[in-house]
């Protein structure tokens, strides 16, 4: 891999992984169309591994209200404030994918890497995205949660295995369908993001040390990973402040069956 190729999935990844529109699948595709060596499951969670520099930065001030609560939780063996009810409802929420991710590792390294499944998936949730955000109200904000709303989304993010799903798009598209309104859905599903992406780094980036070292290759493609996913984060809370998420499901609806056009058109 050269070190063009992996700031250029930094990149995509950065944008892709807040967008709800598919890291995983905008970097098998990327490979597939450009015949670029397939860097394994290992350097795509080194570069997430970016994103996880910028959802901790961006939302700084929120971590430390959240690990203050999580403190006071221990301390006083009970749940009194809403900081404290969203670090409880955080932890719900990641149950599911880590379960996930440990029974179906093998499959989302393998069986699930197939552009016909990216573009299916990219469709199906383009669909629902598009769907859910039309026709449910919005009425509830973030400190609105409760623990099964938690649970519901956590289970939606297991989704995300199968690249073309989308993990922020999974998880947006279920705050949605609750009634969560844009913008909360979004942060939600940012702040969700972090434990699964730290779980997944520490499992998955000293796999791609050991088969890339240091390289400039796996440098620059975490950095630009990180550059990108601040832009992605900051520009998607401006946006569905005022607007609605049907671009990014026309955006996905296109591309799904962009792909399979080309697989048509390469058979």
Same mark, same amino acid.
């Given at each position: 891999?050269?070190?063009?190729?992996?700031?250029?999935?930094?990149?995509?990844?950065?944008?892709?992984?807040?967008? %709800?529109?598919?890291? @995983?699948?905008?970097?098998?595709?990327?490979?597939?169309?450009?015949?670029?060596?397939?860097?394994?499951?290992? *350097?795509?969670? +080194?570069?997430?591994?970016g994103?996880?520099? #910028?959802?901790?930065?961006? *939302?700084?001030?929120?971590?430390? /209200?959240? +690990?203050?609560?999580?403190?006071?939780?221990? $301390?006083?063996?009970?749940?009194?404030?809403?900081?404290?009810?969203?670090?409880?409802?955080?932890?719900?929420?990641? !149950?599911?994918?880590?379960?996930?991710g440990?029974?179906?590792?093998?499959?989302?390294?393998?069986?699930?890497r197939?552009?016909?499944?990216?573009?299916?998936?990219?469709i199906?949730?383009?669909?629902?995205l598009?769907g859910?955000?039309?026709?449910?109200?919005?009425?509830? /904000?973030?400190d609105?949660?409760?623990?099964?709303?938690?649970?519901?989304i956590g289970?939606?993010?297991?989704?995300?295995?199968? %690249?073309?799903?989308?993990? @922020?798009?999974?998880?947006?598209?279920?705050?949605?369908?609750?009634?969560?309104?844009?913008?909360?859905? #979004?942060?939600?599903?940012?702040?969700?993001?972090?434990?699964?992406?730290?779980? +997944? #780094?520490?499992?998955?980036? %000293?796999?791609?040390?050991?088969?890339? =070292?240091?390289? %400039?290759?796996?440098? +620059?493609? $975490?950095?630009?990973?990180?550059? @990108?996913?601040?832009?992605a984060?900051? !520009?998607?809370?401006?946006?569905?402040?005022?607007?609605?998420?049907?671009?990014?499901? $026309?955006?996905?609806?296109?591309?799904?069956?962009? $792909?399979?056009?080309?697989?048509?058109?390469? =058979?």
């Amino acid at each position: 891999m050269t070190v063009f190729e992996a700031i250029v999935l930094g990149v995509i990844q950065g944008l892709a992984e807040f967008l %709800p529109v598919s890291s @995983s699948a905008h970097l098998l595709l990327t490979r597939w169309l450009f015949g670029w060596e397939e860097g394994g499951l290992a *350097f795509d969670v +080194a570069l997430h591994f970016g994103t996880l520099i #910028a959802v901790l930065w961006y *939302f700084r001030a929120e971590w430390i /209200r959240l +690990a203050v609560a999580t403190k006071q939780i221990v $301390v006083r063996r009970r749940i009194e404030t809403v900081a404290e009810r969203r670090a409880v409802f955080l932890v719900i929420a990641t !149950i599911p994918a880590a379960v996930a991710g440990l029974l179906l590792e093998e499959l989302a390294e393998t069986e699930f890497r197939e552009p016909a499944i990216t573009a299916t998936t990219l469709i199906v949730l383009g669909l629902l995205l598009w769907g859910v955000d039309r026709f449910v109200g919005r009425w509830r /904000r973030l400190d609105d949660l409760r623990w099964t709303d938690a649970l519901l989304i956590g289970i939606a993010q297991v989704a995300a295995l199968v %690249p073309g799903v989308s993990r @922020s798009g999974a998880t947006i598209t279920a705050g949605r369908a609750l009634g969560m309104e844009r913008e909360s859905a #979004a942060v939600f599903s940012f702040l969700m993001s972090m434990p699964v992406i730290a779980a +997944a #780094a520490v499992v998955k980036v %000293p796999e791609a040390i050991a088969e890339m =070292g240091f390289s %400039p290759p796996l440098v +620059a493609g $975490v950095l630009a990973a990180t550059l @990108s996913s601040w832009a992605a984060i900051a !520009i998607l809370l401006r946006y569905v402040a005022r607007h609605s998420f049907g671009i990014f499901a $026309v955006y996905r609806v296109a591309l799904g069956i962009a $792909v399979f056009a080309l697989l048509a058109g390469r =058979g």
